[in-house]
Nanobody, 115 residues
Framework: VRLVESGGGLVQPGGSLRLSCAAS????????MRWCRQAPGKERELVAF????????NYADFVKGRFTVSRDNAKNTAYLQMNSLTPEDTAKYYC?????????WGQGTQVTVSS
């Protein structure tokens, strides 16, 4: 089982990034996906959720209207489009695959928002 995040990096305030989470080793289309983040010295927090078929999404209040979660089950990949980034969005971003009985985490990708 692997979840591999990519697309992180350094971006200026107001900029955009698109994170990807490539899955392998399990039936991706049977798992809901979550994006979470963790800033230094802070607890990991939920950013966005998408259901297994992609028909339902949910967002933390602090990213609503700026971030969009999506998935392509044919490509076994989930995405997080992040717009209007602020320094407060600086964190390591993780994807998580959830079923009723098991969860898998990726290793994370660093997002740094700074001028």
């Amino acid at each position: 089982v692997r979840l591999v995040e990519s697309g992180g990096g350094l971006v200026q305030p107001g900029g955009s990034l698109r994170l990807s989470c490539a899955a392998s080793g399990f039936t991706f289309s049977s798992y809901a996906m979550r994006w979470c983040r963790q800033a230094p010295g802070k607890e990991r927090e939920l950013v966005a959720f998408i259901s297994s078929a992609g028909g339902s999404t949910n967002y933390a209040d602090f990213v609503k209207g700026r971030f969009t979660v999506s998935r392509d089950n044919a490509k076994n990949t989930a995405y997080l489009q992040m717009n209007s980034l602020t320094p407060e969005d600086t964190a390591k971003y993780y994807c998580k695959a959830d079923s009723k009985s098991v969860a898998y985490w990726g290793q994370g990708t660093q997002v740094t928002v700074s001028s």
